[in-house]
């Protein structure tokens, strides 16, 4: 049985063949110039077996997030990146670049091709953006941040797509999948059920938080997509810090 729990933006907790992975974690109430719209329960995600870090960006790449599931902790993370975690004293630091496997017990990682432009600043690491695939029993794609691409295609079929479908500004620059590309990208990677993430969990602090409606509406905008582009598709909306269980 594979369990996905929608933590918030990027992160996820997925449990599957008694592995626990987490995605992305970025748990603080405040990141920079965003605010975070609800409160991460961190006891619940601590213990996890490992964690995939897509890219480098401050919004996925969060290293007080990653401290406070301890430093012993395996990350995953793009090749060239790891000095960053190695800097802040974490011991389990993986690099991975596409097409590189990570057994992590009873599952198989995969590191995949990405469409987005990962730079951390003019004097911060360059190292690539990459998806993850989880092969178990089941098999999960976790997209991170990418745009819509041919080479989605080569990851088919999927039990389960994570796919973002928005950010935390009022627009979406490229090298991101918006409510219709994510939708599109299901022809692509044919999964049997899609979760879609990256929405409703932070915004500006310079802006006051968008009514309940406005949140939802890239998430409910996908599903609504998808029944048209791809309705063989099931498509699962979880609210922050809810889960759903997959057979």
């Given at each position: 049985?594979?369990r996905?729990?929608?933590?918030?933006h990027?992160?996820?907790?997925?449990?599957l063949?008694?592995?626990?992975?987490?995605?992305?974690?970025v748990?603080?109430?405040?990141?920079?110039?965003?605010?975070?719209?609800?409160?991460?329960?961190v006891?619940?995600l601590?213990?996890?077996?490992?964690?995939?870090?897509?890219?480098?960006?401050?919004?996925?790449?969060d290293?007080?997030?990653?401290a406070r599931?301890g430093r012993?902790v395996?990350?995953?993370l793009?090749?060239?990146?790891?000095?960053?975690a190695?800097r802040?004293?974490?011991?389990?630091v993986?690099?991975?670049?596409?097409?590189?496997?990570?057994?992590?017990?009873?599952?198989?990682v995969?590191?995949?091709?990405?469409?987005?432009?990962?730079?951390?600043?003019?004097?911060?690491?360059?190292?690539?953006?990459?998806?993850?695939?989880?092969?178990?029993?089941?098999?999960v794609y976790?997209?991170g941040d990418?745009d819509?691409?041919?080479?989605?295609?080569?990851l088919?079929?999927?039990?389960?797509?994570?796919?973002?479908?928005a950010?935390?500004?009022?627009?979406?620059?490229?090298g991101?999948?918006?409510?219709?590309?994510?939708?599109?990208?299901?022809?692509?990677?044919r999964?049997?059920?899609?979760?879609?993430?990256?929405?409703?969990t932070?915004s500006l602090?310079?802006?006051?938080?968008?009514s309940?409606?406005?949140?939802?509406?890239?998430?409910?905008?996908?599903a609504?997509?998808?029944?048209?582009?791809?309705?063989?598709?099931?498509?699962h909306?979880l609210d922050?810090?809810?889960?759903?269980?997959?057979?």
């Amino acid at each position: 049985m594979l369990r996905v729990t929608y933590v918030g933006h990027a992160t996820v907790l997925l449990s599957l063949d008694g592995v626990r992975l987490l995605t992305d974690p970025v748990l603080r109430r405040r990141v920079l110039h965003l605010r975070r719209h609800d409160v991460v329960h961190v006891d619940s995600l601590r213990g996890v077996d490992a964690i995939l870090v897509s890219h480098a960006h401050w919004d996925h790449l969060d290293m007080p997030s990653l401290a406070r599931l301890g430093r012993s902790v395996r990350i995953v993370l793009p090749r060239g990146a790891g000095r960053l975690a190695r800097r802040r004293r974490f011991t389990d630091v993986v690099e991975v670049d596409v097409g590189e496997e990570v057994e992590i017990g009873s599952v198989t990682v995969t590191a995949t091709d990405a469409e987005h432009d990962a730079g951390r600043g003019p004097l911060g690491v360059r190292a690539p953006a990459l998806g993850y695939v989880v092969a178990g029993t089941k098999r999960v794609y976790f997209a991170g941040d990418t745009d819509l691409f041919p080479g989605m295609a080569a990851l088919a079929p999927l039990d389960l797509a994570l796919l973002p479908v928005a950010g935390w500004g009022p627009r979406l620059p490229p090298g991101h999948l918006d409510p219709r590309r994510a939708a599109e990208a299901l022809r692509l990677l044919r999964p049997r059920a899609a979760v879609p993430i990256h929405w409703g969990t932070y915004s500006l602090i310079t802006k006051r938080r968008p009514s309940p409606v406005v949140e939802r509406a890239p998430a409910e905008e996908f599903a609504r997509l998808a029944a048209e582009i791809a309705p063989e598709v099931d498509v699962h909306l979880l609210d922050l810090g809810k889960s759903i269980d997959l057979l």
